[in-house]
């Protein structure tokens, strides 16, 4: 998703539960995993692109490992918060670069029948359903369409189908679906942020929570 969105989707979703400093450290992490060191092939997983859902999916497990460890320390909180970004970046853009919101849309009468708060961003059949994919990238082929000064020959030439191009809903340019993308993925941020929160408590209580939360 563009960056805009990832901040938006992030304060939605963790306002309440986090410092106004803390939240503000969650978002640079967030933003920064955007940087075109992680943009190429071997952290595609970082943004759950070339169908590497099943290393995104190791990825944010370990950054919850990360983050649970580090509850042990009295100075972590920063470092947990960083990784914790990095963490909601990855779930938020599995439902902008996998056709998880398609495959919910058919499963529930479409477009005409839905509006998006209605989606369940995380429907465990649907997690683990068998045409789940991400759009793939190949740099040589798909730099057009990255690059401001070859939008004129990006607008000529058609994504190919099971590109990240073709698939990815990282705007409201890419029409109505990417509301419900949003949505599931303020879902996922939510629900990862529980997880990370229920995984402190139970190492060190709650006075290492409000290290993690509070971002004094």
């Known amino acids: ?91 938020q853009d599995f439902y902008a670069h996998s056709n998880y919101v398609d495959l919910w849309l058919a499963g529930n009468g479409g477009l005409v029948s839905t509006v998006p708060s209605e989606i369940d961003g995380l429907d465990q059949d649907l997690l683990s359903h068998p045409d789940l994919r991400t759009g793939t990238a190949v740099v040589w082929r798909d730099w057009i369409y990255h690059f401001w000064f070859a939008a004129p020959l990006a607008r000529r030439i058609p994504p190919r189908p099971g590109s990240h191009q073709a698939m990815n809903l990282d705007s409201p340019e890419k029409g109505p679906r990417f509301d419900y993308a949003v949505e599931a993925a303020v879902q996922r941020t939510l629900y990862e942020y529980t997880r990370a929160a229920d995984a402190i408590l139970r190492t060190r209580g709650k006075q290492a929570l409000v290290r993690f939360t509070d971002g004094a």
């Open 1 to 91: 998703m563009l960056p805009q969105y990832h901040r938006s989707i992030t304060h939605t979703a963790l306002a309440a539960h986090f410092s106004d400093a803390a939240l503000d450290e969650i978002v640079a992490a967030n933003l920064a995993q955007d940087a075109w060191i992680y943009q190429l092939g071997t952290k595609a997983h970082y943004h759950f692109d070339n169908n590497g859902i099943a290393e995104g999916l190791s990825y944010i497990e370990e950054l919850h490992r990360t983050i649970a460890a580090l509850a042990e320390e009295a100075g972590g909180g920063q470092v947990q918060r960083v990784a914790f970004g990095r963490l909601c970046h990855a779930a």
